[in-house]
């Protein structure tokens, strides 16, 4: 784990310019928010998540986050089918704000394209550069 400025920035994830992250779990990905996402948001007060078994494609829209802030669209990290849902976000989505790498991750997906779509995210290091451009642009 990485702190850039006051961001967490954890290893062994791949990270979206949208400001996801997934986790490889074998032949699945666990997907969530950054850390940067939920502090941007700030109080997070509801997540609209999609059904096990919707279709998601990268860079699509797949379900919302709405702050006291703003509503935000939630952009797929990576394409497949949800398998799984993290219902405690849907029913305590300040879970998102208290630990979003861990208990609030929001789907699992069975991957469809995985190897060719890992060429649009970023590993560890490109994150943390990526990271402190945005902390600087803040």
């Given amino acids: 784990m990485v702190k850039v400025e006051a961001y967490e920035v954890p290893e062994g994830l791949y990270y979206s310019t949208d400001f996801e992250w997934i986790k490889i779990e074998g032949d699945k990905v666990r997907m969530g928010i950054t850390d940067y996402a939920q502090k941007s948001l700030r109080e997070i007060v509801y997540a609209e998540l999609p059904s096990a078994g919707t ?15 703003a509503v935000s669209d939630l952009v797929a990290a990576i394409s497949g089918t949800v398998e799984e849902v993290n219902d405690a976000v849907q ?36 994150a943390v550069e990526w990271h402190k451009a945005q902390a600087q642009s803040k």
């Fill in 55 to 69: 279709e998601v494609k990268q860079g699509e829209p797949y379900g919302t986050l709405e702050s006291v802030k």
């Fill in 91 to 126: 029913s305590s989505p300040e879970t998102l704000n208290e630990d979003p790498y861990e208990q609030g991750w929001l789907v699992v997906i069975k991957p469809s394209n995985l190897q060719v779509e890992l060429a649009n995210l970023m590993d560890f290091d490109k």
